[in-house]
């Protein structure tokens, strides 16, 4: 078949058909020495298809290649689920990112409460870790598991809602310290994996509740933000979170406390 029928039949321009002939994705039957006329087999037209569908699905060229050259089996099908598995975390991230362009259209009409409270210490099993922002999604889903390991095997007697604790330089330098912790009646011992007994200080919080995915949470974080500035009464330490329905970090409705460092003069 002439390149040109061969784009017929496969809807690739003669221009792709070259370039998966250069990187060696696609090659013809025959190249006329005399004037470079690429010619294909009408068996080829089924590897282009596949190929088209592929890169529909913007599959890398080096990734087809691989998938091509691979065995039907196991192996194959591992590099084309581990391909479906980036595309669901990137579809994810357009969602979320949709929802927040929508709030950001429409914001909520309803005001937040905010109330200022004081926490004492509080004995707590921590996990603790100076983390990369862009780490922050995949961290927080481990050392959660593992916490929640401990509370399935009876290490961990909780007696309050699961928490979470973030350093300001997590966002300002985007590395900085993360922290999730369950509280517990007194200091455990002899822990295993990452997770260590702590006394959590006291701590003066301005707190408001975000109900919802997190797609809207920056609303929250925008609120008190804006609160605690025009009070003058922010402080230095972490941002708390309390997870008090569901856990942070999907696309699930869930309630969580957020709660601003303040001066204690206030």
């Given at each position: 078949?002439?390149?040109?029928?061969?784009?017929?039949?496969?809807?690739?321009?003669?221009?792709?058909?070259?370039?998966y002939?250069?990187?060696?994705?696609?090659?013809?039957?025959?190249?006329?020495?005399?004037?470079?006329?690429?010619?294909?087999?009408?068996?080829?037209?089924?590897?282009?298809?596949?190929?088209?569908?592929?890169?529909?699905?913007?599959?890398?060229?080096?990734?087809?290649?691989?998938?091509?050259?691979?065995?039907s089996?196991?192996?194959?099908?591992?590099?084309?689920?581990?391909?479906?598995?980036?595309?669901?975390?990137?579809?994810?991230?357009?969602?979320?990112?949709?929802?927040?362009?929508?709030?950001?259209?429409?914001?909520?009409?309803?005001?937040?409460?905010?109330?200022?409270?004081?926490?004492?210490?509080?004995?707590?099993?921590?996990?603790?870790?100076?983390?990369?922002l862009?780490?922050?999604?995949?961290?927080?889903?481990?050392?959660?598991?593992?916490?929640?390991?401990?509370?399935?095997?009876?290490?961990?007697?909780?007696?309050?809602?699961?928490?979470?604790?973030?350093?300001?330089?997590?966002?300002?330098?985007?590395r900085?310290?993360?922290?999730?912790?369950?509280?517990?009646?007194?200091?455990?011992?002899?822990?295993p994996?990452?997770?260590?007994?702590?006394?959590?200080?006291?701590?003066d919080?301005?707190?408001?509740?975000?109900?919802?995915?997190?797609?809207?949470?920056?609303?929250?974080?925008?609120e008190?933000?804006?609160?605690?500035?025009?009070?003058?009464i922010?402080?230095?330490?972490?941002?708390?979170?309390?997870?008090?329905?569901?856990?942070?970090?999907?696309?699930?409705?869930?309630?969580?406390e957020?709660g601003?460092?303040?001066?204690?003069?206030r």
């Open positions: 078949m002439s390149i040109g029928d061969f784009s017929r039949a496969t809807k690739l321009s003669a221009k792709t058909l070259r370039f002939h250069q990187v060696g994705l696609l090659l013809p039957a025959r190249v006329e020495p005399s004037n470079g006329y690429r010619f294909y087999e009408a068996e080829q037209i089924s590897d282009a298809q596949v190929i088209r569908s592929f890169r529909a699905m913007d599959m890398p060229v080096g990734l087809i290649r691989d998938i091509l050259s691979t065995p089996g196991p192996g194959r099908d591992q590099l084309i689920e581990g391909h479906l598995a980036r595309m669901e975390l990137r579809l994810e991230a357009t969602r979320s990112a949709v929802a927040s362009l929508r709030s950001m259209l429409d914001p909520s009409t309803i005001p937040f409460e905010i109330r200022l409270r004081s926490l004492p210490p509080i004995n707590a099993v921590v996990i603790r870790e100076t983390i990369d862009s780490e922050l999604g995949s961290w927080y889903t481990q050392a959660m598991e593992e916490l929640e390991f401990l509370v399935a095997t009876a290490s961990v007697r909780p007696t309050g809602p699961r928490g979470g604790l973030w350093d300001t330089e997590l966002f300002l330098n985007e900085g310290g993360a922290a999730l912790f369950i509280p517990t009646h007194s200091l455990e011992t002899a822990l994996g990452r997770a260590r007994a702590e006394l959590l200080p006291a701590v919080l301005a707190v408001a509740t975000h109900r919802g995915t997190d797609d809207t949470v920056l609303e929250v974080y925008g008190l933000g804006r609160h605690v500035a025009r009070r003058g922010s402080a230095e330490g972490p941002i708390r979170e309390t997870y008090l329905h569901g856990l942070a970090g999907g696309s699930q409705e869930t309630v969580t957020i601003w460092p303040i001066r204690s003069d």
